[in-house]
Structures are given as structure tokens and as C-alpha cells.
């Protein structure tokens, strides 16, 4: 149990399914009270009735598309005035799509980044005020390998993660001192509905499943850390090692690599 969550109001984005829910569901049975922002408000209803019937706590639903700035603004306006301030964010919402820069449609391409990058600085953005002035916050980033390690058929996705990354280790450099945690969440391939939308032809699934994480472990993972100074969360360890060979022999490794690369 973490202890240390115990009463405090964590928002999560992204929160109707996969990693979100899970989050959302660990937080819960540690007893924290949730705030859960998603497109789907039937499937975060259908998820805050469960959490409340099951752990007495209190959560609140939100239907947000975090690729919007005005409507994150009027949601996070709306969530202080009803709710009060947060205590820790999650900035899980996101998505990715595979193709080529050559193949690759610019209007899914404009949605990753305003999804990705925008929609997760302005939710930062908006909370940061209040965990400053209390002296007491933690904002999670869920972010990728794919901030660490590009790969063919991820052009863009990997460049939304790289900026997430860079964003989230200047942001820890900044709260340094006024007692607000920042962590950057660096998963592989993650069991979810993700790649419902971001492989399309289905191969990739078919050459990693037996890779793929566990999101009801690495959502136990990120709970633990919740109000702790964990910097960064890698899972698996092995794809973090090879993140961090390939920061070393980028020219190595691409080269060796190239044939894994090209299996999505």
C-alpha cells in the first residue's frame, strides 16, 4: 500500500482504458480519490461506479479531448471549482499511428502532436500553480522507449515522445526545490487497445505479443512511485538497456537493428 496517497485527488487523462484504467483502479484500492478525464464519459462512469462501490472512495468524470486547448482550460477551470486542486497528475491520454513520413497522413500526424505534446503541457500547465503555492504536487508523464529510441514507421509518434522526455526533464529541473515530483513513465509496447489504432495492418502485434507488458503491473509500478522523487519509470528493462546502447552506438545499432525495426 502507499501510503502516502492515502485522501489525495489524483486526475488521470486517458482514463477509460488501458494503462489509465489501471492507474486509475490501483490509486483507488490505495485510497485516493479519483478525477477521470477521457472522450468516453459511459465508460468513465461505468469506471468511477465501480471504484466507488469497491474502495468508498470519491471520483469525479470528466468528458475531455485533450487535443482541444480551450476545452482542457474550461474542464480544469470547471474540476478546481467543483472538485478543488490536484494533487497529482497523469498525463496518460495519447495515441500513436504507424506509417512512413512518405505514406503518413498529416492530419493524424497534427493530432498526435496537439494530442501528445500540447494537450499534455496545457493540463501541466494548469496545475502546476496550485502544487506550487501548497508545496506539494507530482506530475507523471507517461511518455515511450519511443522518446528514447526511434524506430522506422514511428517518425512522428517518437518525435510527440521526444518532446514529452525533453519537457518533462527541464519541468523536474524547474520544480527543483519548490517540493513538486515530476516523473517520465518510458514504456515498451503496453497489452492495450493502443494499437487498435496504430497498427494498422496488424503485423507489429503479431511479431511482439509475447513482448508486450503487463499494464496491470506497470500501473502498479506507477502508483508506488506516486509522491516519491522517482525520476524515471523504464519498463521493460531489457528495451531500456538497448535505449541506452543505442545513445552510445547510434550507428551500431541501427545497423545491427535495422531488420527487428522494419517487423511493424
Known sequence: MNERIKGKTIAVTGASGGLGMEIARQAAKNGAN??????????????????????????????LDVSKREKIEETFKKIKQEVGPIDILVNNAGFGVFDTVLEMDLDEAEGMIETNVLG???????????????????????????????????????ATKHAVLGFTNSLRMEM?????????????????????IADKEGTYIKNIDR?????????GRIVDAMMTGKREINAPGWMNAGSKIYSLFPRTFETLGRSQFNKK
Open 34 to 63: 479519483l478525477i477521470l478525464m477521457a472522450r468516453s464519459y459511459d465508460k468513465l462512469s461505468a469506471l468511477r461506479d465501480e471504484l466507488m462501490t469497491k474502495y468508498s472512495i470519491k471520483a469525479h468524470v470528466y468528458s
Open 120 to 158: 499534455l503541457i496545457t493540463c501541466t500547465k494548469l496545475v502546476l500553480p496550485d502544487m506550487v503555492s501548497h508545496r506539494s504536487g507530482h506530475i507523471i508523464n507517461i511518455a515511450s522507449q519511443a522518446g528514447k529510441m526511434a524506430t522506422p514507421k514511428s517518425s512522428v509518434y517518437s
Open 176 to 196: 527543483h526545490g519548490r517540493h513538486v515530483y515530476v516523473t517520465s513513465v518510458n514504456p515498451g509496447p503496453i497489452r492495450t487497445n493502443f494499437f487498435n
Open 211 to 219: 513482448l508486450m507488458i503487463d499494464p496491470v503491473k506497470l500501473a
